[in-house]
C-alpha cells in the first residue's frame, strides 16, 4: 500500500462545475496535508494546506481533512478550464524534519 | 530574481558521465530538497538539507550526491549518470519549524525544474 493514494483520473467536469479530488494516507501519525496543482510541464505551485479536521476554505477552493478515515480532499467549485491540471496531494508525518510525501496526483480536465 | 532557480533547464547527457544540477534560493530558507519526478512515480525525495553542512537521504539516493557548503545554494550531482536517471528533476525550499505558527512554516516551493536525458 503506499502511503499517500490518488486517482490518477482524468476527472472529467465541465465548466462551472465542482471538481473534487480525493487523497487517503496510511500513517495516522500524519498531521499536515498540503496540496498541490502541477500544469503541463511546469513545477508544483501550494494552492491549500490543511492541519485540522474539517474544512478550510480559500476562494473557489475547499480542503476537507478526516484523520479518522484517513482522507484528505480537494473540492473546486465554478470549475474553470484553467484549472485543467495535475493535482498532487502531500503528506508530512510530524517526525523530525519536514519531509512530505507526495501522492501520484490525479489529473484534472475542465472542459468549456 | 528573487526565488527558488535551477540550472540548466535542459541536459542531455550521455551514459557515465558526471552531471550536476544547480539549485539556489534568495528566500534564506533553511530547508533544501532535491525530488525526481517520474511518471507513474510523482515525487520522489532524493536527497534533503536542514541547514548550510547538514545532509540527509531521501526515499531514492543511490547515484546521487549532494552537498550544500552555503544556504542559498544545494547542487544535485549524478556521479555516473544511467539510463535510469532520465528525469524531471525539481529543487524545493522551506522555512521549516520556526516561529509560533510553526505548522505554516512546512509549505515547500519549488524552482522550474531541470529535464534531464541520459542516453
Known amino acids: 500500500q503506499k502511503e499517500v493514494e490518488q486517482n490518477s483520473g482524468p476527472l472529467s467536469v465541465p465548466e462551472g462545475a465542482i471538481a473534487s479530488l480525493n487523497c487517503t494516507y496510511s500513517d495516522r501519525g500524519s498531521q499536515s496535508f498540503f496540496w498541490y496543482r502541477q500544469y503541463s510541464g511546469k513545477s508544483p505551485e501550494l494552492i491549500m494546506f490543511i492541519y485540522s479536521n474539517g474544512d478550510k476554505e480559500d476562494g473557489r477552493f475547499t480542503a476537507q481533512l478526516n484523520k479518522a478515515s484517513q482522507y484528505v480532499s480537494l473540492l473546486i467549485r465554478d470549475s474553470q478550464p484553467s484549472d485543467s491540471a495535475t493535482y498532487l496531494c502531500a503528506v508530512r508525518r510530524d517526525t523530525g524534519f519536514q519531509k512530505l510525501v507526495f501522492g501520484t496526483g490525479t489529473r484534472l480536465l475542465v472542459s468549456p | 530574481d528573487a526565488g527558488i532557480t535551477q540550472s540548466p533547464r535542459y541536459k542531455i547527457t550521455e551514459t557515465g558521465r558526471q552531471v550536476t544540477l544547480m539549485c539556489h534560493q534568495t528566500?534564506?530558507?533553511?530547508?533544501m530538497f532535491w525530488y525526481r519526478q517520474d511518471l507513474g512515480h510523482g515525487l520522489r525525495l532524493i536527497y534533503y538539507s536542514a541547514a548550510a553542512d547538514i545532509t540527509d537521504k531521501g526515499e531514492v539516493p543511490d547515484g546521487y550526491v549532494v552537498s550544500r557548503s552555503k544556504t542559498e545554494n544545494f547542487p544535485l550531482t549524478l556521479e555516473s549518470a544511467t539510463r535510469s536517471q532520465t528525469s524531471v528533476y525539481f529543487c524545493?525550499?522551506?522555512?521549516?519549524?520556526?516561529?509560533?505558527?510553526?505548522?505554516?512554516?512546512?509549505?515547500?516551493?519549488f524552482g522550474a525544474g531541470t529535464r534531464l536525458s541520459v542516453l
Open positions: 528566500w534564506s530558507h533553511s530547508y
Open positions: 524545493a525550499s522551506g522555512e521549516g519549524d520556526r516561529g509560533l505558527n510553526s505548522r505554516a512554516k512546512n509549505i515547500q516551493y
